[in-house]
């Protein structure tokens, strides 16, 4: 329907619509991603600390009971009931040195933090004092794999990525409809204008539901049609006149200027006298 130039425009319209929605996507789907992992960290810390939540009674009872010699008592039972699927268990006592584990990460444990929980090779880590804070008998870490958040955050990117392509073609096609309708009164302004370009004036193009300025401008090619139309016919008039006046104006000199170059040529050839030359 539109010439090479026009096709360009369409594409160009087309591609910064789409690319516009691409970059959309990409802001939301990263901010998506970034909240998506947070949470996901979050809760799987927070089922840590519940279940260190839940043995803390039994911890402060025995230490209250049997004092530093239960620690080792305690560590025991701490790791018997805190080990999962997926969770490991280290307990240290103050000095940092392991005393029940349920894993072999004792040989190297990830640093104390005052967080509510850190991430550590791969892992969610939560630590916490055991008996008082100020004079701790020792800590008990807990360790959770972060594979599995891994593999829900890489699903949920695949999928998003699926429905940002699929967004994206459907963003395309309907841009290209939507461009393509909103230029098509400028088909109309360019066939007007190659009509006035090859002489047609005075035709007015009409251009209905077309947006303001491509209403403007047809209107604008309209009434330079009707001037242009209006102005040839002074043309014609005022080139007709100046024939005229040069064809009257050449016949009134003819004559005059006949008789001079004869007089002329008799003074060259002195075939006249002093007086006649006078």
């Known amino acids: ?21 691409a970059i959309l996507l990409l802001v939301v789907g990263a901010a998506q991603y970034l909240i998506l992992r947070t949470v996901l960290l979050h809760s799987a810390a927070a089922t840590l600390q519940d279940e260190i939540n839940v043995l803390t009674p039994i911890i402060r009872h025995t230490l209250a009971t049997r004092g530093i010699a ?7 039972v701490l790791v018997s009931r805190l080990k999962s699927p997926g969770v490991e268990v280290v307990i240290t006592n103050a000095a940092g040195h392991p005393v029940a584990w349920s894993s072999s990460l004792h040989a190297k444990l990830p640093p104390l933090n005052n967080a509510q929980y850190f991430i550590w090779n ?15 008998s020792g800590y008990v870490w807990l360790l959770s794999s972060t594979h599995a958040i891994r593999g829900i955050l890489r699903r949920d990117a ?10 994206l073609i459907v963003a395309g096609w309907l841009s290209s409809l939507s461009v393509r ?7 109309k302004i360019r066939a007007a204008t190659q009509r006035i370009a090859s002489g047609e004036f005075g035709r007015t193009t009409r251009i209905d539901n077309a947006p303001a300025e491509l209403h403007d401008l047809g209107e604008s090619i309209d009434r330079m049609s009707e001037s242009i139309q209006t102005l040839f016919p002074q043309e014609k008039a005022l080139s007709d006149q100046m024939r005229q006046f040069v064809a009257d104006a050449s016949h009134e000199l003819r004559t005059p200027l006949t008789a001079i170059t004869g007089f002329l040529d008799l ?12």
């Open 267 to 278: 003074m060259a050839r002195g075939e006249l006298t002093e007086e006649e030359q006078e």
């Open 70 to 76: 239960g620690f080792g008592h305690i560590a025991s």
């Open 1 to 21: 329907m539109f010439g090479s130039a026009r096709r360009t425009l369409i594409g160009q319209l087309i591609g910064r619509q789409v690319m516009l929605l």
């Open 122 to 136: 791969h892992r969610v880590v939560v630590n916490r004092v055991i008996g008082n804070s100020y004079y701790p």
């Open 181 to 187: 309708q909103t230029l098509h009164p400028l088909e």
């Open 158 to 167: 695949e999928l998003f990525g699926l429905l940002a392509l699929m967004s």
